[in-house]
């Protein structure tokens, strides 16, 4: 089960954050504060998985954003992985070449699209394309 998903620039400010087990809000800073500094720390040539607490944090690094997920130690590491790919696939078909700049101003969108991928903590919808469709739907809907 997944337990969290943030997306985190180079100076280490949260562009999206979204939890999916109740933390109280010293242990949510607390959480992305220790997980941005074992992931930044981490040198280049080692694995995309690292032991934290009692889950694993699964992360990867697109130009200048780190997409991290805190799963349940005994999920399936490389599942997530492509997940992660998946939602920074739809992301750069949604917007055409995605920059941080977009998550900013278009906040709302990505967290729609994190909600069409994951319910509930866990993964929902595993196709690109569908995803990037219901968002589309949506947008025709405003």
Not at 33 to 57: G, V
Request: aromatic content about 16%; charged content about 30%.
């Amino acid at each position: 089960m997944l337990h969290f998903f943030y997306l985190i620039n180079r100076l280490g400010r949260i562009r999206v954050g979204k939890y999916y087990v109740p933390y109280d809000e010293n242990e949510k800073r607390e959480l992305e504060a220790q997980a941005l500094r074992l992931i930044t720390k981490r040198p280049k040539d080692q694995t995309h998985f690292i032991e934290f607490r009692n889950m694993k944090l699964i992360f990867r690094r697109y130009a200048g954003l780190f997409f991290i997920v805190g799963v349940d130690s005994n999920d399936n590491e490389l599942a997530y992985l492509e997940v992660i790919h998946l939602f920074v696939e739809a992301l750069d078909e949604y917007f055409g070449n995605v920059c941080e700049l977009d998550l900013v101003y278009w906040f709302y969108k990505v967290y729609a699209m994190l909600d069409e991928i994951f319910l509930g903590g866990e993964i929902q919808e595993t196709s690109r394309r569908v995803v990037v469709d219901r968002i589309r739907e949506l947008d025709e809907q405003e």
